[in-house]
Antibody, heavy 122, light 109 residues
């Protein structure tokens, strides 16, 4: 079954850290760039980071640059998001999404995980 | 600056059609887009890309169709069903950035 499953969310105090994981199955993670996207309560979708197939290029939204670090382990079919210096405004559901494919005949952004909830509160 | 603009809301009767608009910012009219659906209480799911009918996601009915070129892109939902009541997001991308529109909430009357 082709799917993405996020984990690692939870309640953390402001200034704290959390590491999210995303496990891909049913397809080869290496064949895709991967993105992290979040949705604050009652708000729209916000892209926060994407990582290239080998992990050599990583880009971040201004809102998280310098605090969040995306990485991947293709041998483990896994994507990670290390979140440091967390703020109340980082409270959101975090999704991993299949981004650009190596095979250009395939559609990008065609697979979402179910999301993991991060709450930053004292 | 790469920006996508969507109307906040739209409504139509059960069985009718509704056409949603996503507008690319000036200078970005040739960018590709994707459409995603988020039903109440659920995570988003991919609907389709810029590639026409064959770009629809798995299990997406052909009631959903994309059109438009240039700055204005459209998502049309024909034969509206109650389960189509959702928020619809358009998305675009370029090197170093991915951008979502603010979403259009569709209400089925």
């Amino acid at each position: 079954q082709v799917q993405l499953v996020e984990s690692g969310g939870g309640l953390v105090k402001p200034g704290g850290s959390l590491r999210l994981s995303c496990a891909g199955s049913g397809f080869l993670l290496f064949d895709y760039y991967m993105s992290w996207i979040r949705q604050a309560p009652g708000k729209g979708l916000e892209w926060i980071s994407y990582i290239s197939r080998r992990g050599s290029s990583v880009y971040y939204a201004d809102s998280v640059r310098g605090r969040f670090t995306a990485s991947r382990d293709n041998t483990q079919q896994s994507l990670y998001l290390q979140m440091d210096s967390l703020r109340v405004e980082d409270t959101a559901v975090y999704y991993c999404v299949r981004d650009l494919p190596y095979d250009k005949s395939l559609e990008p952004f065609d697979l979402w995980g179910q999301g993991t909830v991060v709450i930053v509160s004292s | 600056q790469l920006v996508l603009t969507q109307s906040p809301s739209a409504s139509a009767s059960l069985g009718a059609s509704v056409k949603l608009t996503c507008t690319l910012s000036s200078g970005h009219s040739s960018y590709p887009i994707a459409w995603h659906q988020q039903q109440p209480g659920k995570g988003p799911r991919y609907l389709m890309g810029s590639g026409g009918s064959h770009s629809r996601g798995d299990g997406i009915p052909d009631r959903f169709s994309g059109s438009g070129s240039g700055a204005e892109r459209y998502l049309t939902i024909s034969g509206l069903q109650s389960e189509d009541e959702a928020v619809y997001y358009c998305q675009t991308w370029n090197t170093g950035i991915r951008v979502f529109g603010g979403g259009t909430k569709v209400t089925v009357l």
